[in-house]
């Protein structure tokens, strides 16, 4: 039995001790999986939104979830590795193999957010030893073999954390640039402002160099940032709806923004802290939930005052523009598709 010995709220308590209650008795979420429309790869650094939104494609009967890969981010590769695979087995989805990738950025020196995310990654949820372990082989190398392996534009790809296993995969593989689907990014921030420097948000801080490079390639790239995600608030009547389902994989998003909520509350203020990392894999559930600019996104790489920042540029031909932009969604049709996905 796993025991929790760190703080939080009574909520909080009351849904993680649920969840520790029912790891050794997952539920089967596999009884409609099979019946999916979009293949799809995952690459995160597990961290509590990421916890939000792997629950929410673990769940989904749309995706056809090919793989986990990890990278450093959050916290270091070690635990956003083992995160996934807590995270994977909570979900009762050992079929999804996951892989861990880069353990730094191209350049820079590791980063880390977990001051927003606990010591470990995933709040107040302790730490436990997964009972099956990562696949063989390298997380660059799953994304690469699995779009290289099935027909172009097939496989998409949600990027929830830095860009550093897609600019790796790039600079391996040049034709995956050609052959991906989607590739939906939780990073940026434009009129929202940065939430690690006063313009950069911190996925693209962390590793401005590959974001740089996947922007400048031919992957068609729909990134949400922190315009759109600020828009996601996981209000306390959102948290009780997921708790009250009663399932590990609801107690578990429950429990990521009870944690959420208290951070935000001590170090923004906020009471209701955004969800970011669920906006992406939603978005590739259901396109019209969301609304995109086409546009063009540049990244600085030069100036430390402003390393990270999104130049987002509207001022383009739709028909040639290269990326597009989130700019609204409806946010509780978010909310539904986590509850749909956890039940």
Not at 36 to 44: A, G, K, N, P, R
Not at 158 to 180: C, D, F, S
Not at 326 to 341: H, R
């Amino acid at each position: 039995m796993v025991t929790c010995a760190c703080g939080g709220g009574m909520h909080a308590g009351q849904d993680l001790q649920r969840l520790i209650q029912t790891l050794a008795h997952p539920r089967d979420p596999l009884q409609t999986c099979r019946m999916t429309t979009q293949s799809l790869i995952i690459d995160c650094d597990p961290g509590v939104d990421d916890a939000v939104a792997l629950m929410l494609a673990f769940g989904a009967a749309r995706l056809d979830l090919l793989a986990v890969t990890t990278v450093g981010g959050n916290v270091p590769l070690k635990k956003t590795t083992r995160n996934a695979l807590m995270l994977r087995q909570i979900a009762g989805r050992e079929d999804v193999p996951v892989r861990g990738g880069a353990d730094r950025p191209l350049r820079r020196k590791p980063a880390s957010a977990s001051e927003f995310h606990g010591e470990e990654g995933l709040g107040y949820l302790p730490p436990f030893t997964p009972d099956r372990g990562i696949a063989d082989g390298h997380g660059v190398d799953a994304i690469i073999d699995n779009v290289m392996s099935r027909p172009e534009g097939s496989v998409a790809l949600a990027i929830l954390g830095p860009m550093t296993n897609l600019a790796h995969a790039l600079r391996k593989e040049p034709m995956i640039q050609k052959r991906l689907g989607p590739v939906a990014v939780m990073g940026g921030a434009r009129s929202e402002g940065g939430n690690i420097t006063p313009s950069a948000e911190f996925n693209i801080w962390a590793d401005p160099e590959a974001a740089d490079e996947v922007l400048r390639s031919a992957c068609p790239v729909v990134m949400f940032g922190l315009d759109v995600t600020h828009q996601v608030r996981a209000t306390d009547v959102r948290i009780a709806r997921l708790a009250a389902l009663g399932t590990a994989r609801g107690d578990t998003a429950a429990a990521m923004m009870r944690f959420s909520q208290d951070v935000e509350k001590r170090i923004v203020g906020w009471d209701a802290p955004p969800v970011h990392d669920p906006c992406p894999v939603a978005w590739l559930m259901n396109p019209d939930l969301f609304t995109l600019k086409p546009c063009r996104i540049a990244v600085e790489v030069q100036s430390e005052l402003t390393r990270g920042h999104t130049a987002v540029e509207f001022r383009v031909d739709p028909e040639t523009a290269p990326h597009r932009w989130a700019t609204g969604v409806k946010a509780d049709g978010v909310f539904d598709l986590i509850a749909e996905s956890c039940s």
